[in-house]
């Protein structure tokens, strides 16, 4: 596989100690106003935007008709472009695009030709009702035009995984199953997952000319885990925990115990907000290039859930809005801007904002005659700018994906 930009990563874990004396100034001013442009529709959940990079790429996955039923494609928009990237892909019918770098590098999951031998259901594409034949799902990297499925941990025996997001230097992270089954799982009906996966990066070798996978170390033995994001520092965050049934908001099949940073080689547990992760989980969301963290944490007695904000050691709460119940951290800026969701009692969702701890409704902060209500803020990029899902106003299910661009005097 041809990269310019992979092989300008570090081999090894040694990748982890890039622009370590990286720093950047918090953000102190109130939230700005914002314009909103309709990216288009993305039908019914789980289509959404993922990631939006400094250079206005977005990654995310669009659900379409086919036949009876329904697909779901990697998708990628520059400006108001979106470009259907799932054709021919890997080989399957189902795809999605999870993350995307400022060079337009895409990676994600995808669908392959071959029937998976166990039956399992890794991407979870069966059990969201598309159009699948059970065959195996891959971690891709898309570049010029081309999908190149990633290397699993499992050789021959587990070989699904997901590849979740990419930093500026080609360097990847997600998830990938090995080749040791599984005791955690609770097998059929339940859940379709067979073998253990693991946290893992993907880098260049110089030596093999081509990307290599490494695991990343769980935290208190946990059999299971995932990374989701990584900063140009080369710092990753994700969950730890057991196997579970399909997650069809996480998109995992992972009951998420702890919130990992994994730094220098070693997985370092970020704590909890009291609760023990069986209700909505505890698992890291996004980091920054400061080495802030954010995520999503059960409360005490997994009451709710609420975001969290991470740094130097101290887990902050990020509460929702007056009024709701649950507050989800998705994303958080160079700057200290956070981005998520607030949920109230019945799940109703907003998008949200938070800075300094202050939480602000998102659809407050744009033209009133805006055709959209902001749902979710699900990326923030280096100038400001958010993504996430819309709904149009007056209507129950027409979803659409925004960009959120902040106006500056």
């Known amino acids: 596989m041809s990269t310019r930009i992979l092989k300008l990563s570090i081999i090894g874990s040694s990748f982890l100690a890039l622009f370590s004396g990286l720093t950047y100034a918090q953000e102190q001013n109130p939230p700005v106003r914002y314009t909103v442009t309709d990216l288009g529709p993305v039908g019914p959940p789980p289509?959404?935007?993922?990631?939006?990079?400094?250079?206005?790429?977005?990654?995310?996955?669009?659900?379409?008709p086919d036949g009876a039923g329904s697909v779901s494609h990697a998708f990628v928009w520059h400006g108001t472009a979106p470009k259907d990237i799932s054709a021919p892909g890997l080989g399957g019918a189902n795809s999605a695009a999870f993350g995307v770098n400022l060079w337009g590098q895409v990676v994600g999951e995808a669908e392959n030709s071959k029937l998976d031998p166990?039956?399992?259901?890794?991407?979870?594409?069966?059990?969201?009702?598309?159009?699948?034949?059970?065959?195996?799902?891959?971690?891709?990297?898309?570049?010029?035009?081309?999908?190149?499925?990633?290397?699993?941990?499992?050789?021959n025996a587990g070989h699904n995984g997901q590849a979740w997001q990419i930093n500026t230097f080609g360097v990847a992270v997600g998830s990938s199953e090995n080749a040791t089954p599984d005791s955690t799982c609770p097998g059929l009906p339940v859940s379709r997952?067979?073998?253990?996966?693991?946290?893992?990066?993907?880098?260049?070798?110089?030596?093999?000319?081509?990307?290599?996978?490494?695991?990343?170390?769980t935290v208190s033995g946990d059999p299971d885990g995932v990374a989701f994001a990584i900063n140009d520092r080369g710092q990753a965050v994700g969950g730890t925990g057991s196997c579970g049934p399909f997650n069809a908001i996480n998109q995992i099949n992972l009951v998420p115990v702890h919130a990992v940073l994994w730094q220098e080689g070693k997985s370092i547990d970020l704590g909890n907000l009291g609760g023990d992760g069986h209700f909505n989980g505890i698992f890291a969301t996004g980091l920054n290039n400061v080495g802030q963290v954010v995520g999503v944490s059960d409360t005490t007695g997994d009451a709710s859930f609420h975001g969290f904000l991470w740094n130097e050691g101290h887990m902050a709460d990020l509460a929702p809005l007056s009024g709701d119940s649950y507050s989800?951290?998705?994303?958080?800026?160079?700057?200290?801007?956070?981005?998520?969701?607030?949920?109230?009692?019945?799940?109703?969702?907003?998008?949200?904002?938070?800075?300094?701890?202050t939480i602000t409704n998102l659809n407050d902060l744009v033209p009133a005659e805006t055709p959209l209500f902001l749902q979710t803020a699900c990326s923030i990029?280096?100038?400001?700018?958010i993504t996430g899902i819309a709904l149009t106003k007056g209507t129950a299910n027409d979803f659409h994906a925004y960009l959120a661009t902040p106006l500056r005097d």
């Open 118 to 155: 166990h039956g399992e259901d890794f991407c979870g594409f069966l059990t969201l009702g598309f159009s699948s034949r059970a065959t195996s799902c891959l971690p891709f990297l898309y570049e010029g035009g081309v999908m190149t499925a990633l290397p699993t941990l499992g050789d």
């Open 381 to 385: 990029n280096g100038k400001g700018q």
């Open 193 to 217: 997952q067979f073998y253990e996966f693991k946290p893992v990066v993907w880098y260049w070798s110089f030596f093999s000319a081509k990307p290599v996978v490494q695991e990343l170390q």
């Open 328 to 357: 989800y951290a998705t994303a958080i800026s160079d700057r200290g801007q956070v981005v998520g969701l607030s949920l109230d009692a019945n799940f109703n969702l907003r998008a949200v904002f938070w800075q300094n701890g």
């Open 47 to 64: 289509g959404q935007p993922f990631v939006l990079s400094r250079d206005g790429f977005v990654s995310g996955q669009v659900i379409v």
